[in-house]
Nanobody
Framework: QVQLVESGGGLVQAGGSLRLSCAAS????????MGWFRQAPGKDREFVAA???????YYRDSVKGRFIISRDNAKNTVYLQMNSLKPEDTAVYFC????????????????WGQGTQVTVSS
């Protein structure tokens, strides 16, 4: 079965960096758009970044210039390098795999990981 396993979350001070990883199995990784979403307590899940099969990249405006998404198809892994972190980046971060559609909405994704907590202290 398909599994997406995130890692790399933790507690960091504002201005710091974290690198999230998402290892995928049970699917043809290179055929999927890979996305990162986040959800803070009491808020809806929101799009963070996505990288398409051919490498097209998308970011939400608030993370442009700070976050970098990348993928390694040989390792079936997608990464999210997060720099200059802010307290408002605090959330559970989820990776997701989809085959098409509007990459900024959760409904476009077929599979989800369990999430990893990112906490940014001020």
């Amino acid at each position: 079965q398909v599994q997406l396993v995130e890692s790399g979350g933790g507690l960091v001070q504002a201005g710091g960096s974290l690198r999230l990883s998402c290892a995928a199995s049970g699917l043809t990784f290179s055929s999927y758009i890979m996305g990162w979403f986040r959800q803070a307590p009491g808020k809806d899940r929101e799009f963070v970044a996505a990288i398409a099969q051919r490498g097209n990249i998308y970011y939400r405006d608030s993370v442009k210039g700070r976050f970098i998404i990348s993928r390694d198809n040989a390792k079936n892994t997608v990464y999210l390098q997060m720099n200059s972190l802010k307290p408002e980046d605090t959330a559970v971060y989820f990776c997701a795999a989809g085959t098409g559609g509007v990459v900024t909405i959760p409904a476009a994704y077929n599979y989800w990981g369990q999430g990893t907590q990112v906490t940014v202290s001020s």
